[in-house]
């Protein structure tokens, strides 16, 4: 009776061993799923908060925006998109509009931006753009200005200064505005 005594308080404890590992392995593999699903949601979507004011009136200062990081991967840029753009000379990223593809060219004229000839018909920007010599976009970037179109608002690739975008620089594009909620407003097909 002694030696059967002594072995149920050992099978107790194996029951315990095993439920206590069998519970560290599922926490373990729960935290291993929970990792993984943050580094994938982390690297295709993402909030950005707005600084300044070069997108006004599509974004303002201070505005969150949703930015789908996986779309870079998924389409190519188009006229009209929203773009976050690394800056790597200045350390920063930057929120502006595509207006011009690589092979493009782009001019302005009476605050007009037109693009192979072609007026873009835009419905969000302010003020008026400043007349802009004929460029053509080079292979492989874009041409991209802030929806802010008074004289010295927006740094874009109206200024020799700032040039053309990579498109390998793009961090995504933004689809809407969360803080307020608005969609972001494309100009009509050119």
């Given at each position: 009776?002694?030696?059967?005594?002594?072995?149920e308080?050992?099978?107790?404890?194996?029951?315990?061993?095993?439920?206590?590992?069998?519970?560290?392995?599922?926490?373990?593999?729960?935290?291993l799923?929970?990792?993984?699903?943050?580094?994938?949601?982390?690297?295709?979507?993402?909030?950005?908060?707005?600084?300044?004011?070069?997108?006004?009136?599509?974004?303002?200062?201070?505005?969150?925006?949703?930015v789908?990081?996986?779309?870079?991967?998924?389409h190519?840029?188009?006229?009209?998109?929203?773009?976050?753009?690394?800056?790597?000379?200045?350390?920063?990223?930057?929120?502006?509009?595509?207006?011009?593809?690589?092979?493009?060219?782009?001019?302005?004229?009476?605050?007009?931006?037109?693009?192979?000839?072609?007026?873009?018909?835009?419905?969000?920007?302010?003020?008026?753009s400043?007349?802009?010599?004929?460029i053509?976009?080079?292979?492989?970037?874009?041409f991209?200005v802030?929806?802010?179109?008074?004289?010295?608002?927006?740094?874009?690739?109206?200024s020799?200064?700032?040039?053309?975008?990579?498109?390998?620089?793009?961090?995504?594009?933004?689809?809407?505005?969360?803080?307020?909620?608005?969609?972001?407003?494309k100009?009509l097909?050119?």
């Amino acid at each position: 009776m002694n030696a059967s005594k002594v072995e149920e308080p050992k099978t107790l404890d194996d029951k315990n061993a095993k439920t206590f590992s069998q519970s560290l392995i599922e926490w373990m593999k729960f935290f291993l799923i929970l990792s993984v699903l943050l580094v994938i949601l982390l690297n295709t979507v993402g909030l950005t908060k707005v600084r300044g004011f070069s997108m006004y009136p599509t974004l303002n200062d201070g505005d969150i925006v949703f930015v789908n990081k996986l779309a870079r991967f998924t389409h190519d840029p188009e006229l009209g998109d929203v773009a976050i753009m690394k800056l790597k000379e200045e350390g920063f990223d930057v929120v502006k509009r595509i207006i011009g593809l690589p092979g493009d060219t782009v001019f302005i004229k009476n605050g007009i931006i037109y693009v192979n000839n072609q007026p873009v018909p835009e419905i969000s920007t302010n003020g008026t753009s400043e007349d802009m010599e004929k460029i053509k976009v080079p292979k492989n970037n874009l041409f991209v200005v802030g929806d802010n179109r008074e004289p010295g608002i927006s740094f874009d690739s109206r200024s020799k200064d700032f040039g053309f975008i990579p498109i390998e620089d793009i961090k995504g594009y933004v689809l809407i505005s969360i803080l307020p909620i608005h969609k972001i407003a494309k100009p009509l097909k050119v």
